[in-house]
């Protein structure tokens, strides 16, 4: 029998991405952190993720014009394309 070890679910395989952003923005997510009491990873996880699907309407593009230029320019991205 698998003993219980409490906690909460694993939400998957991470990775951590950081990135510098402009200071208009952050002190925009500051703001709607103090007010809502939000974490912040989580909060730029979801806004993240809210983009992805433009994301990879670029990335269906740019694959299909390397495919008609003989995938000369084409960059291999691998798992890069699995949805959140």
Known sequence: MEKNRGGRPSKGPRVYVN???AKPAHDLLE???ELTG???GPTVARIFEAHLAELEQEI???EAAADAD?????I???DLRKSA
């Open 60 to 62: 269906d593009a740019l």
């Open 38 to 40: 939000a974490g912040k």
């Open 31 to 33: 703001r709607y952190l």
């Open 70 to 74: 003989g995938g000369q320019n084409r």
């Open 76 to 78: 291999d991205l691998g």
């Open 19 to 21: 990135s510098p952003i």
